[in-house]
């Protein structure tokens, strides 16, 4: 018994041991892979519903990523909608629809609150920016330059404008842009 | 009794309290914890309103009792599997006793927020640093593993290896590589998987 037991225990700190050498090998692949500095662009993702008409804020965008599919996504976006018109500056609220390869259909549409909805088509905001986590927000200027990356939990405690050096996302350290 | 189980050898580990004192350690581990995890999932909850923080808390304590009974599992079969026996209550209520050194980390790393940076550096320097972080900035994957290691985790790390030493009658040194190497091997997979899970996004 003692020895199948031995036998079992190494076997399973050896698959352990593997699997962690694994795991660390993807990380460092991971991680010294380059990332595409985001970028709005129109062209780059495909325009599903129009920003409503009171939308101001000189060009300046916060884009949501979230998924159809990710319901506590959908009732973050609701919820920083309702806190959005309560903001200075009626900066405009984009929602990004990201990871979801079919067009959306006007079902998914109707779920969302009443903002400009863009579909990522190309999925750009994963396999290029290397972003992954549904609910963050991205504010790009009025050119479309990347400025910074908050998580919705941030949204509350947004004053006037920040610099980008205050971005809460890792650097992306001299990658150009898109 | 088999020739095999004649050959076991135990050791000499005490129980850390005594009497009613066990029953009274686990009440206030129980307690601790829940309002440690309660504390923890009320600051999501600013960003997540839904969440119902006594209902997670119920189940994240849960989820720590079952944590703390795998974890002295795993140190006894080990050292079942080398041929020495390992009392699993006992070693178990000293791994649960020593988890208290992780509630003192977290009191200490939310105190540090807004303490003098000398303060802070103290602070860092017992319960990691992940004391000079700021929590509402985004956490690197690196500071979600390693950022407790400091005096106290060291300490317990130092303190489990010890109960097992005198649970299974062995010198301080082969306790201690398993567990230093049990604890690296976790934080390196939760630094890992923070990483891999977030890539360039800021974690909540």
Redesign the interface.
Known sequence: MRRSLRVTMDFAAGATLIAVALLGAWWASDRARSWERPRWSSASFELLRPRPPIDTGGGVRWVMAINPRCPSCLRSLWRIHAAWSRRPGREGLVALIVDTPARPDARSLRRLPPIAVWWDRENRWRRRWGHRLYGELLQFDGSGQYVRTISAGEVPRLGGSRAPEDSTAPALEGRGGT | M?A?HS??RTGGLSWPFAGAGLPLLYLWLAWSWWFEIRSQVAA?A?????LDAGMLAVMGLGARMLATLSEAGIYT??W????VRLPYWRFQCWVAALSATDLVGYSLRRAAEGAPDAARWMIAALAGPGALEPS???V?GGMAGLGSLGILTSTRVVMTAWAQARGVGRPLAGPLFLTASAWL?TR??GW??A??????????
């Open positions: 088999t095999e050959q076991v999501l600013v960003s997540a309103p839904t079969l080990w079942r599997s080398r041929g509402s900035s985004g690197p091997v390196l997979i890992w998987s990483d891999l899970m977030k890539g360039l996004s800021p974690v909540p």
